[in-house]
């Protein structure tokens, strides 16, 4: 996962445990503020690709995550350009709702879930 700042970087590594990949993945941070994403005149997409390449290289990473919503409209361009699957996370958040949507299930209504 590679995010902006490294006050991002520590709730984003909670998640990760959280959810067992702890073994298996690590969170970088690009040192980045969010709004220079969208600023062309700032070195933050640099920042970024250089946190993709060391994240390929020192961790041997096969995927990246994108760690950060600003990130989105890069993710296509990042993955030609590395050539590893880049994964947006808000998009790939919202194809996961569709599906179950489709498939059409929802929150279970027992356990943890039923009506107080």
């Known amino acids: 996962v590679v995010t902006t700042t490294e006050r991002s970087r520590v709730p984003v590594e909670g998640l990760v445990q959280r959810y067992g990949m702890a073994g298996r993945a690590r969170v970088r941070a690009a040192d980045i503020p969010v709004l220079a994403?969208?600023?062309?005149?700032?070195?933050a997409i640099l920042k970024l690709r250089g946190e993709i390449a060391r994240a390929l290289e020192e961790d041997r990473a096969?995927?990246?995550?994108?760690?950060?919503?600003g990130m989105a409209d890069l993710a296509a361009e990042l993955q030609r350009e590395f050539d590893v699957p880049v994964i947006d996370g808000v998009g790939a958040a919202v194809k996961q709702a569709e599906a179950l949507i489709a498939l059409g299930l929802s929150t279970s209504k027992r356990g943890a879930y039923a009506n107080p």
Request: proline share 7%; charged share 25%.
């Open 37 to 43: 994403l969208e600023d062309p005149a700032s070195d």
């Open 62 to 69: 096969e995927a990246i995550v994108l760690g950060c919503a």
